[in-house]
Structure formats: C-alpha cells, structure tokens
C-alpha cells in the first residue's frame, strides 16, 4: 500500500534522453518549468539534455557541422540544479529561430524544399539520440512543435520518433487551453509597480504618463496592469470596433490584388483618451492621470505609420521599433490643447522588457513547477505526444491535443482574446474614469 508520504509511483518506459528546448522571448518562472522537468526524468533514471539558444543551433546541424556538447546543449544533472527554480532568466537561453516558416499549409509538409529545416532539427536531435523533446514558448513556438510532429508523420516506417509535448509561455497570458500562463502575474506585478511609480510622479507634476504595455495579440497583459497600476483608462486591440475601427485599401505588392485591411480609427481614440482627462478634471478634480495602451495596436496603425517597421521571421511587425506611446502621446497632447486651450504634459514610455526576467512570483513559481512536472508526466506516465501540458483549478494537470490549438489548415495557433464585456473586461471598465460614451 502506497502511504502519503512515498514518491510517486515508477512507471515503465523506454526513454534514455530527453531534450527540453525554450524559444521565444523570456518570462518569470521559465527556470521553474526547466529544472521541475528536468529533476523528474532524471530522478527517473533518463538522461536530460537542454538545447541552447531555441532552434538556433539546431538548423545550422549538418554532418560536417554536427551539435557540440557545451555550446548547442549542454548536459542538465542534479549539479546543474542547485536553487534554480527561483532564478531569473533562462538556463539553457533562447532564440526566435522559425524551422517551420516555409510550412503554412498541410500540403507543405509533403514538399521537401519546404520541410527541410524541420527535417534538419529531427536529425539534429536524432544525432545526440534524443529519445522525446520538451518544447516551452509561446504560441510560434507550439507551431514549431506541431510541425515537428506533423513532419514525423511521413517519415518511413521504422523510423526514429521522437515524441514532443508543449509548455505554454507567454507574458501576454493569450494562450488557447490554459487559464494563466507561467509568468503572466510577475510581469502583471513588476509594470504595475512601475505604473505606480509614474503615477504618483504624474500627480506631483500634473501631468500624464501614456504607458504602453506588452501584448501583442491581446490585452490580457495590458488590462491586468492597467487593473494594478490604478490607470485612468486602458484600451487594448479587443477595444478596435465601432467607430474606432476604420479600413484601409492594401495591394499584395506580389500578385498586385487589392484587399481591405482593418485599421484603427486614430482621431477617436486620441479624441476618447483626451475625453478620459477632461472628465477627471472636471468631474474629479484630478489634473494627472496614467493610460495603458496595448502594444498590439501597433498593427491597427494606417500602412503610412508602419513604412520601414521590419517584421521577424514569423511575421510580427517589429513593434519596439513604432513606438505606439510616443507617437500617441504627442498626438494626445496636441488635441489636449486644441479642446481646452491649455497645455498638459503627456509623456509616452514603452514599459515590458523590464518584466520577461523579473524574480518570479510564488505563484508562477509554482505554476511554472507543475507544468514542467506534467511534462515528464505526459510523456514517461500517459505516453501521450502532439499535446500541451495545461492546469486548471488548483493546479490539476490536464493535456490538449495540438489539433485543438492550431488551425488544421493554415497550421497558425488560435489567440485567446479578451472577450468584450466579459467579467475580466468589465473589471478594468468598473475602475476606470467613467466616461458615457
């Protein structure tokens, strides 16, 4: 009879190596998820591995440029993992490198132009005798682990498969299948502190500071810090409709067709934010105040704000480099000025970097700990492969098949946005300066 206090129950496997991979921009508690994962295969007698750098390294693999020990991967003991569930970073680094970009459609996958750096990182892993792959990141990333899947399908019989299990991170929390991801409430935590900081500068100064957040699909992160950090107003891409939602005629510069392209409605959301400090001077009395926009309204600029805006390799704008604050802060200055005849400072300031490494919270801690416990425990206890590791309720591990996260035809993850007048929503509008639109 197993007592309370016993480990868990041995299960059988046939797993020698295992790699666990990280790609994608960091996030608190990333190290939680390496080390609880890595400490269950060995505990259980399996070889771990960490891939250095995403799939960086191992594009670039080839025969002649075979993965060195102690600078492609590196070897994860219990040496490696002396009090790194705590610690920031990430121990085995990370990349944005795509070895999926020329698959975007299924019919890809049997063209073997397309699918050759997928094929290149199979043997790569192959090559180190990787027996199944721990993918963390976000959702390019779960893409990334699809595909490998996928290619697998159409290798002869007989051969080497290497079964991939997923682990969601992002610092957006606009994840399919999980209620929360690992870092979302650290990087919530550390902007929030920040918008704080600058609202209490605001009202010294009778100013106010435009704050534009992470979140490049959605706004989870920009409503929960905006929710925090006690801002006036926040407005995320979820709030582009109606009248503030404009379109914009765009031609394909490869095959010259024509289509319409949805773009944001710049005067009204200027004019709203504006309306927002108006109503706290005269209704509060209040001459200062801090907004939160989503960096994601990036892509809702008109075409002429994006001329020269690079785009990385799975095809996001660049939007560090718009500078969505600034740009709106002197815009909102300006109509400031022309309604009420007088000057308020607005200063605009990107804040996200600052979080992606943060000390993590004990909540992410743990969070982070059970999701890289379901890891071995999807592979080595449920043999499952081509899922991702999720928690729900008080940390009770469930896995989701990738078909359920990613469309089976353009082979693109499904984002979760904030839902229009959903509770979550709501909240940020409760707490907020009223405005009666």
Known sequence: MTTTLSRPPQVKHNFRKIA???????????????????????????????????????????????LKEGEDYIAITHQTLKRTRNSRGILIGTARTNPGKY??????????????????????????????????????????????????????????????????????????????????FTAVETLAEECRNLLADAEANQSYFLVEAMGRSAGWLAYGVAIAGEASLVISVEDING???????????????????????????????????????????KHYGLIVLAEGLAEFLPSSHLEGIPRDEHGHIAVSQVDLAKKFSRLIADEYAKQTGKKRAVKGLQLGYESRCAQPLAFDVM???????????????????????????????????????????????????????????????????????
């Open 20 to 66: 666990i991979l990280f790609a994608g921009g960091p996030a608190p508690a990333a190290n939680a998820v390496i080390s609880t994962a890595a400490v269950s295969f060995l505990r259980n007698g399996i070889e771990v591995v960490g891939i250095m750098n995403g799939y960086s390294n191992l594009v670039e693999f080839s025969n002649d440029n075979p």
């Open 243 to 285: 009248k503030y939602l404009n379109s914009e005629d765009v031609t394909d510069p490869t095959t010259g067709e024509t289509a319409q392209r949805s773009v944001m409605n710049i005067d009204e959301v200027v004019n709203r934010i504006v309306r927002t400090m108006r109503v706290r001077e005269k209704e509060e009395g």
């Open 103 to 184: 698959v975007s459609a299924r019919e890809h996958l049997n063209d073997p132009e397309r699918v050759t750096p997928l094929r290149t990182v199979y043997e790569a892993l192959c090559s180190i005798g990787v027996d199944a792959l721990v993918s963390i990141g976000g959702d390019d990333t779960l893409k990334s682990a699809n595909k490998l899947e996928l290619f697998q399908e159409n290798l002869p019989e007989g051969s080497h498969r290497i079964p991939v299990v997923h682990v969601p991170k992002t610092i957006d929390n606009d994840y399919m299948g999980i209620d929360f991801t690992f870092g979302y």
């Open 367 to 437: 969070l982070g700990s059970q999701l890289g416990v379901g890891a071995y425990r999807a592979l080595v206890e449920e043999g499952k492969s081509g899922v991702m590791v999720s928690v729900s309720g008080q940390l009770a591990l469930h896995y989701v098949p990738f078909d359920e996260l990613v469309d089976p035809q353009t082979l693109v993850t499904v984002v979760r946005f904030v839902k229009p007048d959903s509770d979550f929503h709501q909240l940020a509008r409760f707490l907020e300066t009223y405005v009666n639109e």
